[in-house]
């Protein structure tokens, strides 16, 4: 089993280093983004640029022959300075690849992920993160001990009123709920509690906000997050369920003399949450991930509308330890619910031998 | 006898219809009749005469008149369309040839504003007559709703100042939404995203600037004046308004000026901050003391701080202050207080006042004196300060965010950072030691809230408003008609006219403007844009402005309609506060547009009659040739956008109104049709810096903004020349410095728009009436002599030589790259040279290479088997022009000493410079 765990773990790092390292490469990849400004402008942006490493800085006679030299090693220049004295700035692209190993050296041997450069000029990367990274992991556990025990209730209330008129209602509520996309849920949630009714904050309170109006700041993400959840552990649960209450050893178990209640807790509800708690693991490790749309409606100060600000303002530093958290965080949860098999269901048993 | 008379009748009515058929056949214009035809080209003889008669002499404008009247029945006479045209252009060679060229020096930076108000009218008709304005569209002003708890300076919005709401205005209860007590009386505005720092003097963009704002104050600003219906200037850190230092001939101009400012020492002026780190608190209450004025400009123009507005600062044309450019230069590696020494912003005390001194490169008035020096990204700050929080962090967070802006600024303007909450908020409390305190700001405190959605959201902001959250909003277009006359609701005007700007160009122009050597840009052949032969005939592009409904529009945006180069918000007169729009000049201006239109430039019938003047000119000239009703001939254009909803909030209704007018059946009769179709980029940027500036798009949505109390500086955008509008032409296809591509014509002299621009901002040089260096240089390349020295001259020549005189000092062999390139030495050597003054300001300055040097250099930073680059020429001087002596001069150029025989260099290396020795023969470039 540790042989196992460690060959999965060692395998999730291997994915997390090659997602991250196409991410960066192909993010470098990108057109070089000029900009906006006149010459001054672009000649302070190349001169930040080649300080951070990102380009060359290569003073030469205009127009000269060596130019050309140097064009053929590093490409087309990206910019010219004005001529002063008959020589002027010329800026060249690192190879991308050599960007990457500095990137890389920094990571690996000073944790250094680099420094916002648009977003919050000069604050280290990692840092904003970390600032962000607790919003969003509070939201999504309040929004999961939300979500799990009420969709598993629905589910197994749908289930034990199997084609009754409750069932129906709950079932067709789910199917209507969980096909509507989450940001027309939270347009409409704003529309109605915050802007029409008025009883909610509108945007997510600031920290300087009193506790109370705190408190009704999370009513709305946590009710926009926990929706589709809710949905899709109530109709699980009764899928399950419904197919564990058919099964012949709960008949067995009735007919030993067990109540219909006794037949359903010691048994079917045991045996139905087999498949479903890996998902509820897996729902738990998500919690980190944050929701980029709903933070960016409601201005929640979290990860996920960072990694959104980090693509607008083309921060790429920011953007790769977001990336490199996402990625994290989806690799963990895989390998944590695969394990989870083997401690939920006994029959289950990874890397044992025969 | 009557049968006698009968016949001769007859006769004459035959010969009559005989003569009128003979006209009708000869007429070959398809689109139009030959009288309609006749009668437009002559209007264009007339427009011409508009433009110019007001400033013509008696004599001269009795010439023009004759050359007119002589052009229209010429043009009457006419029996083709080739010949009414080249009956026009006869016409319009005879108007310029009766005014003279402006030659000599001119400077009207002089004159009283109404007069330079004057001159920017000629501009401005000059402008829109050829085009190069673009096609105005609608003014950003907006439909504004602010909170009835706000009692503002002013319920009529005052043309660049605005209501006077922080200034003057006054909170008079709690806004219920706020939960913090003590913000409830503050002034609750939104910020679409966070900047994460206030450092404004190293920031690109405006936002970063407006919030910079509230803790800064500047030497003079702006307060309402008394009767609430325009604005003061008022000194703030400073005590007085500026003093002339070296205004010798009194004319009111100087080169340096001063002031008196507040200090702590004599005013009590004091920094606050809000900051509880004890380090910070030990500024709350210091002093501000004179040398921190000084060092304020010294953060900013360090280049080793790395500051946006310090390169702009340093390098600017307008109001450049002496020495900044050089003191920037050298101090890549951190601050040279000998370098500062020679920079012209001093202070010092004199009888016990404390003085701050600003000397520019050019005289100012005293009013440009006090606008340069107002400053915007500038206010004075403590040394020791910015040591404490390092450059890097000041006015922003450090690297693990446990300090953010409330502990890295300092304040001493009307507010200070309370709060900084990245991506939620940030807060300013009033400051209680600001200057004007206690008349002044009277609203406690500004709640700045990120709002993101506001940036994905047009509806956003509104809905917060209306929930009462916020205390200000723009109207959505979708509810204008249900807000616009909520007597919350107030209407503001706009900074910047957003334009269809137009790509003229012919084949010629833009292969000298973009094409592989071109000089905006160069572009590769395989990227050429297909220029449409419609959008450089200027009567089609005429048709498409009359053709758009611009009050329609705009009305339906919730914007104000114009056909204004300019927005209101410019000043003529910006000491006094009166608008650009009011003037008389600019009213001159824009008539001609607005002739037989709905007051915005908008006539259908126009529209269509100049589609078929354009069609007749077009046809003729074989640029298109019909089709028939069934299969027209299409012609295409695009128009280029910001944002992809451009093409569901303006392209679809613009393309609806060109396309309603050229499509009708009354315009060709269905021999074309044209499609009118789209482009937009990724970002907002992209259409100025992927199509506009580089001359790829038929016509192209976009707007610059200037400075507001600079009109006639900012018409330099307008300029073809490069160095002129900074790189910041939108419209393309006029030479502006060319007086005869259409004429402007002042004080009875004809001039080119850059001569007359550059005379009304500072000085020209005019000759041919066209704008012209103090000197041009030509370069002969080095010729190698049979005793191994080479050989090469400078060819100088003055335009002006009566006021000029060049003492030629000196001229170094320089080796740039074996300088910057390796062993830390500046290989530089001074070589002989005689001057041959060949007289009316030709000088021939011959130069000798000893062969040693020629050797040494041959190779520039490489070695001889493999050479690397060119030798630098620098040719100095002194100039006098004008009485103004200027030292230290250079002029350079780049040529090849010829790599010397035994050397086994590469076949490829050794043809490189043989190449480029031919270049600087065709050297000639103005100083």
Known sequence: MGKYVLKRVLLAFCTAFIILSLTFILVKLLPFDRPIGGDQQQIAYFDKQYNLGYVYRIKLVKDAPVVEEYNAKYGEYLYRSPVDRGSCFYYYKVPVMEQYVSWLKNVVTKWDWGYSKSYQPNVAASVIIMNRIWYSMRLNIISVIFSVPLGLLLGIWAALKKNTLTDHTISTMVMIFISVPSFVLICFVLRIFAYDLGWLPSTWPADTATTWTKIKGYIIPVFCLSFSSVCYYCRYTRAELCEVMESDYLLLARTKGLTRRQAIVRHALKNAMVPIFPSILSEFIGILGGSMILENLYGIPGIGKLFILSLNYKDYDILFVDMAIFTTISLLAGVVVDLSYGFIDPRIRMGAKK | ?927
């Open chain 2, 1 to 927: 006898m009557k049968k006698l008379l009968a016949i001769v009748l007859a006769l004459v009515m035959a010969l009559g219809m005989f003569s009128a058929f003979a006209d009708d056949a000869a007429w070959d214009g398809v689109y139009m009749d030959e009288d309609d035809f006749k009668a437009y080209i002559a209007y264009d003889l007339d427009v011409v005469f508009d433009a110019i008669s007001g400033q013509l002499g008696e004599e001269n404008l009795a010439k023009v008149e004759a050359a007119v009247e002589e052009g229209k029945a010429a043009i009457d006479a006419a029996a083709t369309v080739a010949e009414v045209e080249a009956a026009y252009d006869a016409a319009y060679a005879a108007v310029l040839a009766c005014v003279p060229t402006a030659d000599g020096l001119y400077t009207y930076k002089k004159l009283p504003d109404a007069e330079r108000t004057n001159i920017l009218g000629i501009l401005e008709k000059y402008a829109v007559t050829t085009g190069i304005t673009g096609m105005s569209l609608y003014e950003n002003g907006a439909y504004q709703m602010i909170n009835p708890r706000i009692t503002l300076g002013t319920e009529n919005y005052i043309t660049g100042y605005g209501f006077g709401t922080l200034a003057e205005g006054a909170i008079t209860e709690d806004l219920e939404y706020e939960t913090n007590p003590d913000w409830a009386r503050y002034y609750h505005i939104c910020e679409t995203s966070d900047p994460g720092t206030l450092n404004a003097p190293n920031d690109q963009g405006s936002q970063v600037g407006d919030m910079y704002s509230y803790i800064q104050a500047v030497f003079f600003t702006n307060f309402m004046n008394e009767t609430k219906d325009g604005y003061d200037w008022v000194p703030e850190l400073a005590k007085e308004k500026p003093v002339a230092v070296n205004d010798e001939d009194g004319d009111g101009m100087a080169t340096t000026w001063r002031w008196e400012v507040r200090t702590g020492e004599t005013d009590g002026l004091v920094y606050t901050t809000g900051s509880q780190l004890e380090s910070r608190q030990a500024f709350n209450g210091r002093p501000v003391a004179l040398e921190d004025y000084e060092f304020g400009f010294k953060l900013l123009l360090t280049q080793a701080n790395q500051f946006y507005r310090g390169s702009e600062f340093a390098t600017t044309k307008t109001g450049a202050v002496v020495g900044a450019k050089d003191y920037y230069n050298a101090t890549e590696n951190g601050y040279d207080d000998e370098a500062w020494e020679k920079v012209g912003l001093k202070t010092y005390v004199e009888d016990g006042k404390n003085y701050f001194e600003i000397t520019f490169t050019e005289e100012q008035t005293r009013f440009y004196a006090m606008y340069y020096g107002q400053m915007y990204f500038y206010q004075p700050i403590p040394q020791e300060f910015v040591e404490l929080v390092t450059v890097k962090n000041y006015l922003g967070f450090n690297e693990d965010t446990t300090e953010s802006p409330v502990d890295n600024s300092l304040s001493v303007g009307p507010y200070y950072v309370e709060r900084y909450d990245s991506d939620q908020q940030v807060v300013y409390k009033k400051n209680p030691n600001y200057v004007f305190a206690d008349t002044k700001y009277a609203i406690p405190g500004i709640h700045d809230k990120i709002f993101p959605a506001a940036a994905t959201d047009k509806n956003a902001t509104f809905n917060e408003f209306l929930a009462g959250h916020f205390d200000v909003c723009r109207i959505p277009d979708e509810y204008l008609n249900e807000y616009r006359n909520d007597p919350r609701t107030h209407t503001t005007k706009g900074n910047s006219v957003f334009k269809l700007n137009v790509n003229a160009s012919n084949a010629e122009t833009w292969e000298y403007l973009f094409g592989t050597d071109g000089v905006v840009t160069q572009t590769a052949k395989e990227a050429y844009w297909e220029l449409k032969p419609c959008m450089g005939n200027h009567h089609f592009v005429q048709a498409l402005s009359y053709s758009i409904n611009r009050s329609e529009l705009a009305v339906a945006k919730g914007r104000v309609p114009s056909v204004d180069y300019l927005s209101s918000n410019y000043m003529s007169d910006p000491e006094n506060g009166m608008s650009y729009d009011a003037t008389e000049a600019h009213q001159n201006a824009v008539t001609g547009l607005l002739e037989d239109t709905d007051g915005y430039g908008y006539s259908l019938e126009l529209a269509r009659d100049y589609f078929r003047l354009a069609l007749t000119e077009l046809e003729a000239e074989g640029a298109y040739a019909p089709g028939t009703a069934e299969a027209p001939t299409e012609i295409h254009f695009e128009i280029a956008w910001m944002y992809p909803t451009d093409e569901e909030d303006y392209h679809n209704q613009i393309k609806n109104y060109i396309e309603t007018a050229f499509n009708d059946e009354s315009v060709s009769g269905g021999a074309y049709k044209l499609v009118v179709d789209y482009w937009v980029g990724n970002t907002w940027s992209d259409v100025y810096y992927n199509k506009l500036m580089l001359g790829q798009y038929d016509l192209g949505f976009g707007s610059i903004s200037g400075n507001s109390l600079d009109p006639i500086g900012f018409v330099s955008v307008l300029s073809s020349d490069q160095d002129i509008s900074g790189n910041f032409t939108l419209n393309w296809g006029v030479d502006t410095n060319d007086p005869d591509a259409y004429p402007i014509v002042y004080n009875d002299l004809r001039w080119s728009f850059d001569a007359l621009y550059n005379a009304v901002n500072s000085q020209v040089i005019a000759s041919n009436g066209q704008n012209k260096a103090q000197l041009t240089f030509k370069y002969t390349p080095i010729a190698k002599n049979e005793d191994g020295t080479y050989t090469g001259s400078f060819t100088v020549a003055s335009t002006l030589p009566d006021i000029t005189s060049i003492e030629i000092a000196d001229i170094e062999c320089c080796n740039y790259e074996r300088y910057y390139n390796g062993d830390g030495t500046y290989a530089e050597a001074p070589v002989e040279f005689t001057v041959d003054d060949q007289g009316a300001g030709l000088l021939v300055v011959t130069f000798t290479v000893p062969a040693e040097l020629a050797e040494d250099y041959a190779t520039g930073s490489g070695t001889s088997a493999e050479p690397k680059g060119d030798t630098g020429f620098d040719l100095y001087y002194n100039l006098t022009f004008n009485g103004v002596t200027q030292s230290g001069l250079y002029y350079s150029v780049t040529d090849n000493f010829e790599v010397p025989e035994a050397a086994e260099a590469p076949a490829e290396a050794e043809e490189a410079p043989a190449e480029t020795e031919e270049a600087p023969a065709e050297t000639e470039t103005a100083a």
